[in-house]
């Protein structure tokens, strides 16, 4: 059986004895012919769904036209998403990479460099409890993610956490040696964490009275996610350095460290990679995000959140769900007891995947273009699930 040789895997990962095999918008299949309902997407990755059209053309050109120039050179593709990139960010800079990490790693070393050059030799980057920025030893340093402290001694320097949503809180932690500010504009792996409303506006002016960056991690919520192109935008505010990945690829791997003039102080040979920028990921990564930009596309993430928040919170207290919370397609539900990871199990067993950030905690993260009747059918199998306690 294909499932036995899971004993050659590395990483001690719990899930369950299927083997996903294919998949096509909103819906998954195991090697046993089970059908999925799928509100996981590959970890809010696949912002089309699975296998969209304007994907597989983009994989099918571009593998016989040029796979990889090699960093050394210009390709076509990097260059395109990278000015497409630049014009919806209004930034300047793009780098690509591999993953969402590589991104932030990217962030850090600009900023380290921007410290070294322009503030003294300033190094330190405040960021947030609970935060999550990825699992290199700098990004898990960087993250405020409970489960990693004490993990991997000893840890990278560099790093103050400050709680989440409190701007004075960051305003308290700089000092001579701050260089920047790092924040989820909303955290995905804490479970949904929305701020109050002004909160980036105003590490926006901390961060000018202090002349030290502002960089947000948009891993997760970038590219559409939450209902504009990026998340900070609907704030209005202007970041020095932004990160992108997840959605970037719509599930290949791509991922890019975005920054704005004043921030971006590479000199050659700083920063790079074998895969980085190579044409057939950008060719994606801009079939992607041309189907995101399209006219309507982020109004149809904005209505359709909108029904998935309705939706869930009309199933009521009783049914144990006690807030609904989120912005676009990245919601969470909280319940009254901590019992999401047996909700999540009982859903999947009825074919529908959710995922359990928290043990009180559901995240919902569909294909941006999920249906108004996939939603339908989620919150029918969420309900079940949930009057089955
Ligand atoms: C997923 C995630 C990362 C890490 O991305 P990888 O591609 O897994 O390295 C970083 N930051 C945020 C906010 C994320 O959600």
Request: a negative charge; proline letters at 5%; charged letters at 20%.
């Amino acid at each position: 059986m294909l499932i036995e040789q899971k004993r050659h895997l590395l990483n001690p990962v719990a899930r369950p004895d299927r083997v996903m095999v294919r998949g096509k918008g909103s819906e998954l299949w195991d090697d046993a012919g089970r059908r999925y309902l799928d509100f996981v997407q590959g970890w809010a990755v696949n912002a089309l769904g699975h296998c969209p059209d304007e994907i597989a053309g983009a994989l099918a050109r571009q593998s016989t036209t040029l796979v990889n120039a090699s960093p050394a050179y210009h390709n076509e593709c990097e260059l395109a998403l990278a000015s497409r990139v630049a014009a919806l960010s209004s930034m300047s800079r793009v780098f690509f990479c591999n993953s969402g990490a590589e991104a932030n790693e990217g962030a850090i070393k600009l900023a380290r460099k921007w410290g070294t050059l322009h503030r003294d030799g300033a190094y330190e980057i405040v960021t947030a409890v609970n935060s999550f920025h990825g699992r290199t030893l700098a990004t898990m340093a960087a993250s405020g993610k409970p489960a990693f402290e004490g993990l991997f001694p000893p840890a990278m320097p560099g790093f103050v956490k400050v709680p989440f949503g409190d701007a004075d809180a960051v305003r308290r932690a700089i000092h001579s040696k701050t260089v920047a500010i790092l924040v989820e504009p909303i955290q995905g792996e804490a479970g949904v964490v929305v701020p109050e409303a002004g909160y980036l506006g105003k590490l926006r002016e901390i961060a000018d009275a202090h002349d030290v960056l502002f960089m947000v991690d948009e891993v997760q919520t970038g590219i559409g996610r939450t209902g504009t192109m990026f998340a900070h935008q609907h704030d209005r505010v202007a970041v020095d350095v932004m990160t992108l990945g997840k959605g970037l690829g719509g599930g290949v791997p791509l991922a890019a460290t975005v920054a704005s003039e004043r921030a971006s102080c590479f000199s050659p040979g700083e920063q790079g990679g074998t895969f980085n920028g190579n044409p057939l990921m950008t060719a994606v990564g801009l079939a992607v995000v041309d189907a995101v930009a399209k006219p309507g596309f982020l109004e149809s993430v904005r209505t359709h959140g909108e029904l998935l928040r309705e939706s869930l919170a009309s199933l009521g207290a009783q049914s144990g769900i006690v807030e609904v919370r989120g912005r676009g397609l990245l919601v969470a539900a909280r319940l009254d007891m901590a019992r999401a990871e047996s909700v999540r199990d009982a859903a999947f067993e009825r074919g529908l995947l959710i995922n359990a950030p928290r043990p009180d905690t559901l995240r919902f993260m569909p294909a941006l273009n999920v249906t108004e009747l996939e939603i339908a059918e989620m919150i029918d199998v969420l309900a079940r699930v949930l009057a089955e306690r």
